[in-house]
């Protein structure tokens, strides 16, 4: 008989872009039914994001009083290149939970450079094929560097083809045309995120 596993994860996440495209991550990457995971919207990332995360991680605790080592990862944007802060205090949210409860284990983040829509350009031929656009019109050597673009130029490009693309919300179509299996394969800090909540389940 297998051990229950008694590690189980909360995913937090910055918005519905994201959190179609954890859960279709999540559920290619990490093996069904061996560790418990639920997934929380943030609904953007304000000044007291630090704030936000602290109370969807009290209401989870709440609302799981089965789960008593819960691990935490929260997927934002960092806005910016490499050279811009998280807008994340992870020693401010664990020192805050301590005091409360030791059912926290950890905190991990997974910070998208400059925002997640960056991580679809590494799959540029799935969005070309997407907006329906003729081979002879497509340029993918010009996004190979993914992390210099942002959700403002994948608007502009979904905008030169009559199509919009507002960031923050839920694009099914796209999603479903893209290779994540190429953009995981191609992305470290997503990887490294994934095979962290891989690593909790016990073997």
């Not at 279709?24 to 069904?32: A, G, L, M, S």
């Not at 089965?66 to 802060?85: L, M, P, T």
């Not at 507002?166 to 479903?176: N, P, R």
Request: charged share 30%.
């Amino acid at each position: 008989m297998v051990q229950k596993n008694p590690n189980s994860i909360l995913l937090l996440y910055e918005g519905d872009t994201e959190e179609e495209f954890y859960k279709r991550i999540v559920d290619n990457t990490v093996p069904k039914r061996r560790i418990r995971i639920s997934y929380d919207n943030l609904k953007g990332i304000t000044t007291n994001i630090n704030r936000k995360i602290l109370h969807k991680i009290y209401k989870h605790l709440q609302n799981n009083i089965n789960e008593h080592r819960i691990f935490v990862f929260v997927a934002i944007d960092r806005e910016g290149d490499k050279s811009c802060e998280s807008p994340l205090d992870i020693n401010e949210i664990i020192n805050t939970i301590s005091v409360d409860t030791n059912r926290i284990q950890e905190v991990f983040e997974i910070i998208a450079t400059q925002d997640i829509e960056s991580w679809f350009f590494i799959d540029i031929d799935g969005i070309y094929k997407y907006l329906k656009v003729p081979k002879n019109k497509r340029n993918p050597r010009k996004y190979s560097n993914y992390e210099s673009y942002n959700n403002r130029d994948l608007s502009n490009l979904f905008r030169r083809y009559k199509r919009i693309y507002s960031k923050g919300h839920s694009d099914t179509g796209l999603l479903g045309s893209l290779d994540l299996k190429k953009i995981y394969n191609n992305c470290p800090e997503l990887q490294e995120g994934i095979e962290k909540m891989i690593s909790l389940i016990q073997k």
